[in-house]
């Protein structure tokens, strides 16, 4: 999905974020080491396990309408849609029903997350590519599965789409593995993306098959999304304790996130669950131009390996990312799961042989 759109953070400027080029790096620096399958197809019905029907229709018909309407043509946002008005709660308390384009302020949250020609497509193949996953995870054929998604999905809800997110992939994949045989199993969620997954966590808030747990950039020192993502958010009504918000600071070390992530991890082991899912965002390096943390290359092997020793079916799910070195960042966090599965085909192997 190529957006064209900047966005200025620290002085430092990202153009095209959601890019081939960043499926090619990845792509590129893990190959040989995955077999790389392409994404099923699935019908409209399995967005609607997530996300509102109105808002899917909106996303999908918004562009068509906006060229309808002539707005494009006018040079406004270099023929990319971009709300103008946003419906803030205090102030706007109806929906418009007559004219999509005005909708864009209620179902957008920010102004750098353009809506273009193709987005509805890439989109919608994106939360395709989480499914499969999950399906892959169903039917037992894999232990670890990982989901190459762009655009990336955490910042969505149900009905909500923003930074640089449309569909809530990691969360169309966790209610894929709720769908299977034995019902609405428990499911864990880690985030390690550098920002906070607002959308996952207002999809799950009140739902307590579902542990939500994120290290992200603390909103009390400008942290996008600056909102949400704050220590006593800790779940809704129906759900206590199913939200685990671990906010941190600028200049976290490689030793310092390791010991949060040991907090998050035991979170997770008392959760029992049956499955985890993980949000990999690795615009925590200490190199991308979003990140204020200090997260060596190397930190992501041992990220992973905290992660791998919880030994349970895991569908990781790519989220940010925009270093020149993401590939080598998504590999050395996937090299400890290719280990893993490499020592269980061999052992596999000399059983049969046996």
């Known amino acids: 999905n190529n957006n064209n759109n900047n966005s200025n953070n620290n002085n430092l400027t990202i153009e095209e974020n959601e890019a081939e080029f960043e499926v090619?790096?990845?792509?590129?620096?893990?190959?040989?080491?995955?077999?790389?399958?392409?994404?099923?197809?699935y019908s409209r019905e399995v967005l609607l396990t997530v996300h509102d029907s109105k808002y899917i229709e909106f996303l999908e018909q918004i562009y068509s309408?906006?060229?309808?309407?002539?707005?494009?043509n006018s040079g406004?946002?270099?023929?990319?849609?971009?709300?103008e008005t946003f419906a803030i709660p205090s102030i706007f308390r109806r929906k418009p029903t007559q004219s999509l384009v005005s909708l864009g302020g209620f179902y957008c949250f920010d102004r750098f997350t353009p809506i273009t020609a193709d987005t509805f497509l890439a989109a919608e193949r994106s939360a395709h590519c989480a499914i499969t996953g999950a399906d892959l995870l169903l039917e037992g054929k894999e232990n670890c599965v990982y989901a190459l998604c762009r655009p990336p999905g955490h910042h969505s809800s149900r009905e909500l789409y923003g930074g640089y997110c449309f569909f809530n992939n990691i969360a169309l994949g966790v209610r894929r593995l709720q769908s299977g045989s034995r019902g609405k199993v428990k499911v864990a969620i880690l985030d390690v993306d550098f920002h906070h997954g607002n959308g996952t966590q207002e999809i799950f808030y009140d739902d307590s098959s579902v542990l939500f747990v994120s290290l992200h950039t603390d909103p009390e020192t400008g942290g996008e999304p600056y909102f949400c993502g704050f220590a006593d958010e800790t779940g809704g009504l129906n759900a206590p304790n199913s939200n685990f918000n671990i906010p941190l600071k600028p200049g976290v070390t490689d030793e310092q996130y390791l010991e949060h992530l040991d907090l998050a991890i035991q979170k997770i082991v008392e959760f029992k669950p049956e499955y985890l899912a993980v949000s990999l965002g690795v615009d925590t390096f200490v190199?991308?131009?979003l990140s204020t943390w200090n997260l060596s290359i190397n930190?992501?092997?041992q990220i992973a390996n905290k992660i791998v020793a919880l030994k349970l079916p895991t569908l990781i799910v790519q989220e940010g990312g925009y270093a020149n070195d993401?590939?080598?960042?998504v590999r050395n966090f996937l090299?400890?799961?290719?280990?893993?599965?490499?020592l269980n085909s061999n052992s596999n192997s000399n059983s049969n042989n046996q």
């Open 335 to 342: 090299n400890p799961f290719i280990s893993v599965a490499n």
């Open 287 to 289: 190199m991308d131009p």
């Open 299 to 301: 930190s992501y092997t």
């Open 326 to 329: 993401m590939g080598q960042c």
């Open 24 to 41: 090619e790096v990845i792509e590129k620096t893990i190959d040989g080491s995955f077999e790389l399958l392409t994404a099923r197809n």
């Open 76 to 83: 406004l946002s270099n023929y990319q849609y971009i709300p």
């Open 65 to 72: 309408e906006f060229l309808k309407n002539g707005l494009a």
